[in-house]
């Protein structure tokens, strides 16, 4: 029987990492490891990383402007939207399977959130409450007629993009804009931390990390399996301290052009809810059996099946938490419209995420990928958009350049999983 294999775990992974006395691999051992690794087709999100730190560097040197504080924070609430959208598409495409309509199922998540809380006078948390059931009842529903019915989920998602637009129409009277007053609502993509609350984050999240590493490592060598060596687990604690710090202290300057009438300083509301969304998805992935079950139907569905794992459900799931996080996507792109249009959720907005989980790793064959790749993706799109748009480019540049760079990147995939079979 066929076994399923699992995202960065090829069957043929290289040379384990060799162990000294205590079961702890030297730090030399493991990057020879992580170097096979790469040699034998398991990029991983390399490319994204590489690609993120060349296109930043190029925009800062042609234009200094890009590495300032209020364009850096511009980066991070521009790209979210799509990050959120991207990461629920990134449960789907662990499965070989795509969704057409996230973009859509995003607006008209929108649609009923401002509805709701112009027209209807509902409190913040019931409308968005509302808003995220919506888009877990649309995952649903396309969820049963791919894994139930049988209906090829290109067909059954592109139906439900032509539809969505239709539904969106008629949610908003035919092409009514729809002002959002509500200030918990605003606040999400338009509202910032304290200077002291974005420190406390940061070291709550560093501490979390380290935490999780030790703790992780500690399991490992129980189990009587290699262990990371304490100076690469302090090299990761350490470089995420240091990144997050300068992060930090950059969104922490003042940002505003009249600080007499409005302070513009600190980390964006909208940066702390694409952590916690990351950090749920990677724990639902990597430590839980239903994260495992994904990556095993994706890697091979009648495998999976034979060995017991409930296919049909997980398809059904997955096609739920993508919509859901769709939802999310609407509510981040009304907040930073300050209204929902026909145009919320449309235009190029399924475009960038399908590309943010593409760019940054994710296969679209299906069984590899994780959360952070929508993330990694995702600032590059953000990255290319933003900085192509300091350099006076029109609009269909940027689609030109962001669609090659999707080539790029899903010819990297498609070359790089050959090279994992050869091998």
């Given amino acids: 029987m066929t076994t399923a294999v699992a995202p960065g775990k090829p069957e043929n992974s290289g040379t384990p990492p060799k162990r000294d006395a205590t079961g702890t691999a030297s730090l030399r051992s493991v990057a020879r490891t992580y170097a096979e690794r790469v040699r034998g087709g398991e990029l991983g999100a390399l490319p994204a990383v590489l690609g993120l730190v060349v296109l930043c560097l190029f925009f800062a040197v042609l234009r200094p402007v890009f590495l300032s504080e209020l364009n850096f924070a511009n980066l991070l609430t521009q790209g979210a939207g799509s990050i959120a959208i991207a990461m629920g598409l990134v449960f789907v495409l662990l499965l070989g399977e795509i969704d057409l309509s996230a973009g859509y199922a995003s607006g008209v998540c929108a649609a009923v959130l401002a509805i709701l809380l112009t027209d209807h006078g509902w409190p913040w948390y019931g409308a968005a409450g509302a808003a995220i059931l919506t888009g877990t009842v649309i995952g649903l529903v396309l969820g049963v007629l791919v894994a139930k019915v049988g209906i090829p989920s290109f067909v059954v998602t592109l139906a439900a993009f032509l539809g969505f637009q239709g539904i969106v129409l008629m949610l908003l009277k035919e092409g009514t804009n729809i002002s959002i007053q509500d200030k918990t609502i605003l606040a999400i993509a338009n509202s910032n931390l304290s200077p002291a609350l974005g420190w406390t984050l940061l070291a709550v999240c560093v501490a979390a990390y380290a935490a999780v590493q030790l703790r992780q490592n500690r399991n490992r060598g129980r189990r009587g399996l290699a262990t990371a060596p304490r100076s690469l687990i302090a090299f990761r ?25 409005d302070s513009l300083k600190g980390v964006p509301i909208v940066v702390p809810v694409i952590v916690v969304l990351l950090v749920a998805g990677t724990f639902v992935l990597q430590r839980t059996s239903f994260g495992l079950h994904i990556y095993a139907v994706g890697g091979n569905a009648e495998a999976a099946r034979r060995a017991g794992i409930n296919v049909a459900a997980i398809r059904v799931s997955a096609f739920v938490i993508c919509s859901a996080l769709a939802a999310v996507g609407g509510i981040i792109a009304a907040s930073r419209g300050n209204s929902v249009d026909p145009n919320t959720g449309g235009s190029n907005v399924l475009l960038l995420a399908v590309g943010a989980a593409v760019i940054g790793g994710t296969s679209l064959f299906g069984g590899r990928g994780r959360v952070v790749d929508a993330v990694l993706g995702g600032m590059v799109v953000a990255v290319i958009q933003n900085g192509m748009g300091l350099m006076g480019y029109s609009s269909g540049v940027k689609y030109a350049v962001t669609g090659s760079v999707l080539l790029v990147a899903a010819g990297v995939d498609a070359l790089s999983r050959r090279r994992a079979a050869q091998r």
């Fill in 237 to 261: 604690v350490g470089g995420l301290a240091v990144l997050g710090a300068v992060a930090v202290h950059l969104l922490n300057q003042e940002r505003s052009r009249n600080v007499i009438v």
